[in-house]
């Protein structure tokens, strides 16, 4: 099979991979969300997979599938994510978490539909709440030999972000991409990363299928 003529250079280790958006209710019919398709971590994951690891993934709404020697945790919003993470992860050897978690949650209207007479005819305002950094508090909890892979979005100063992330939430390594270019981010099968890790080397890659920077970004760990 494809996974025994796979280099098991991840044999034995468990491995924790996050992936999708986040769903955050509002009220009965309506939710908070983001595009993501979950492409990134499901390569993240096959590939882990391909490599011997015995993986685990918590995965946001998504319609991504995976070989029955996956173990796969569905959540819905940003806080079951976090629980579920938080469970798992003392008893893992590495994580790398891509989803695309909601930062707030809506304040909920309640379990019923909120009605547009409810406004009195004018606009209303939603106010919203921060959800906890999962990344972040598995970096808090790391402990020595576990490894911790963490993704960045950006629109801004790609490098500049990614050298703080990598630093305020703990991580050995962090792939960054700029997804107001063309060619990385939502929706795509490609991906162009800045990838900086804990010694501080750093490399720009070239755009790439989202299957090989999975590849890749598991090579560039086990370089320790
Ligand atoms: N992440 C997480 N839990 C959150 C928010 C983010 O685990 N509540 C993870 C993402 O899965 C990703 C990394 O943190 O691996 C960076 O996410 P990103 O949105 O780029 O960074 P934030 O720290 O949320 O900062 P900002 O959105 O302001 O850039
Ligand atoms: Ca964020």
């Not at 909920?108 to 999962?134: C, M, R, W, Y």
């Not at 050298?163 to 962090?174: A, P, Q, T, V």
Request: charged share 20%; net charge negative; glycine share 10%.
């Amino acid at each position: 099979t494809l996974k025994t003529i796979s280099p098991q250079d991840l044999a034995g280790k468990k491995v924790l991979i996050t992936l999708g958006p986040t769903r955050e209710p509002w009220d009965a019919v309506r939710f908070w969300s983001n595009p993501s398709s979950g492409t990134m971590g499901a390569c993240m994951a096959m590939a882990a997979y391909l490599r011997g690891a015995d993986v685990t993934v918590v995965a946001g709404p998504t319609n991504v599938d995976f070989p029955s020697g996956v173990t796969v945790v569905s959540v819905q919003t940003a806080a079951q994510m976090f629980e579920a993470c938080t469970d798992l992860w003392p008893d893992m050897d590495m994580a790398c978490l891509t989803a695309a978690v909601a930062d707030y949650h809506p304040v909920p209207f309640g379990d019923t539909k909120f009605k547009k007479t409810a406004s009195d005819g004018g606009g209303i305002t939603v106010e919203f709440e921060l959800n906890q950094d999962i990344l972040k508090t598995l970096g808090a909890t790391k402990k020595t030999g576990q490894k911790l892979i963490g993704f960045a979005a950006e629109t801004g100063n790609i490098k500049s972000e990614a050298g703080r992330k990598l630093e305020s939430k703990n991580l050995d390594l962090i792939a960054a991409n700029d997804i107001s270019k063309d060619g990385s981010g939502f929706g795509v099968p490609t991906n162009q990363m800045f990838v900086l890790d804990r010694h501080g080397r750093a490399e720009t890659w070239p755009q790439l299928p989202k299957t090989e920077v999975a590849w890749r970004l598991w090579d560039h760990l086990l370089l320790g």
